[in-house]
């Protein structure tokens, strides 16, 4: 049963799951104008994570079999056979109904409503079209970019500038993270048809996609501060942070090795949480 449990939990892809929670509460938080309702923030909490880990884990029941024939996600729960399934489809739609239904009772209508928009995107448009065209890319960014969205909307009971500000800029990093990973695993996706920019056309162009999208969230960064969003101190960091990722990429460009492209996912994986924090900590008194 524990062995069970433990492959049920790896289904909602922990690690993805918290930088899910992780995003959608930080959004919450430089949302709310009086005070964090700790009441709100812990059933924004639950209800996330219910309806997150619940599509993943379904996400990961419509690719079982192209799972199953890639090294890098053979292992997973259901390809290695630790979870049926059956099971795992039914493990996944019910805790990400659950989710949907604890979100629109338990916080507001508004939040289950942008987390339904973000796991039908995830599920039944991104996932079908990675295997018929690489513009599967920016499709997959509207989930991605629906986080703040939730945390947005969990906070005001309605989705506003500031939140459609956020979603541009989730939008525009998600494509460049994307990506990455996929130049990264270029091998297993072309293995099994998927049509990834990388896999479809010359990898420089996926290059150069990433250089441009990493160039557009500088000024689009900024935006929070034009909005009365943040202080003085905000700007400043954005713009390092922007600056770096951008050398980060640019220098990937012209020096391509796997260190490289790692040091890219990982600068990446950085700039989101340190510019969401520099957000939240620099917000107007």
Not at 269 to 283: E, I, N, R, T, V
Request: glycine share 8%; hydrophobic share 50%.
């Amino acid at each position: 049963m524990g062995s069970k449990v433990k492959a049920l939990v790896e289904l909602t892809k922990p690690r993805a799951l918290v930088m899910i929670v992780f995003t959608t509460c930080l959004s919450y938080m430089i949302a709310v104008t009086d005070g964090v309702d700790l009441g709100v923030l812990a059933h924004t909490v639950i209800g996330v994570t219910l309806a997150a880990g619940g599509s993943l884990a379904l996400n990961q029941h419509m690719e079982r079999k192209l799972d199953a024939r890639m090294k890098r996600t053979g292992g997973r729960p259901i390809p290695s056979g630790r979870v049926s399934p059956e099971l795992a489809f039914a493990f996944g739609m019910g805790i990400m109904l659950f989710g949907f239904a604890w979100l629109w009772f338990m916080v507001n209508p508004a939040c289950s409503l942008a987390t339904i928009v973000c796991g039908v995107s995830y599920n039944y448009m991104y996932t079908p079209l990675k295997l018929r065209t690489s513009f599967s890319s920016f499709v997959g960014a509207i989930p991605g970019g629906m986080l703040p969205v939730m945390g947005w909307a969990a906070a005001r009971g309605k989705v506003e500038l500031g939140g459609w500000i956020l979603f541009v800029i989730l939008f525009l990093w998600q494509i460049p993270h994307a990506l990455i990973i996929s130049i990264r695993h270029r091998a297993d996706y072309e293995s099994v048809g998927m049509k990834q920019l990388p896999v479809v056309s010359d990898e420089r162009t996926s290059r150069r996609q990433m250089v441009w999208n990493t160039l557009a969230l500088i000024p689009v960064s900024l935006l929070p501060f034009q909005a009365n969003l943040t202080e003085t101190v905000y700007p400043f960091i954005a713009l390092v942070l922007g600056l770096f990722l951008v050398g980060q990429v640019a220098y990937y460009t012209y020096h391509v090795s796997e260190r490289n492209a790692k040091r890219v996912f990982i600068a990446l994986s950085a700039y989101l949480p340190l510019l969401l924090l520099a957000m939240y900590f620099d917000k107007p008194a």
